[in-house]
């Protein structure tokens, strides 16, 4: 039996590992990634997880881009982890980038429609600041209880 995930990232070197693993574990089915400002810009995030999707041969998945600053604060108040990550998230690695386009809904969205989509049990795998899931949470309250 699979299980059915949506990953919430903020894709540095560890997400990247993340999504690699997950897509290509054949008891884990990924049904789409969704992304929040933290190891690196917002920007920087969405591209190196379509990146990396491309890279794993799964560039069917959704990816959604989600919350660009946390709900109390401002972005880079903890610092950031170019220290870490390199600036662009992916020590260096990052290429020219994925020619797939990001979905169009905001990422809180595109959990919803997969959670309310799915016949089966969703389980939210957040691996970065957790923005979204609160922003989830408190948006489609009923939906998160199907969690």
Request: charged share 15%; hydrophobic share 40%.
């Amino acid at each position: 039996m699979t299980v059915n995930i949506i990953l919430d990232v903020d894709t540095g070197v560890d997400d990247a590992f993340a999504i690699l693993y997950a897509t290509r574990n054949p008891e884990i089915t990924v049904l789409g990634i969704t992304c929040v400002d933290g190891n690196t810009s917002l920007t920087n995030v969405c591209q190196n997880t379509l990146q990396v999707l491309d890279m794993a041969g799964a560039s069917s998945i959704p990816v959604a881009a989600g919350a660009n600053e946390p709900l109390m604060g401002t972005a880079g108040d903890l610092g950031d982890a170019s220290q870490v990550h390199g600036g662009d998230g992916l020590a260096g690695l990052s290429n020219s980038g994925s020619s797939r386009s990001l979905d169009s809904r905001h990422a809180i969205e595109l959990i919803r429609d997969l959670v309310e989509g799915s016949k089966d049990k969703v389980t939210l795998v957040p691996i970065g600041p957790l923005t979204n899931i609160a922003l989830f949470i408190s948006t489609f309250p009923e939906t998160a209880k199907k969690l």
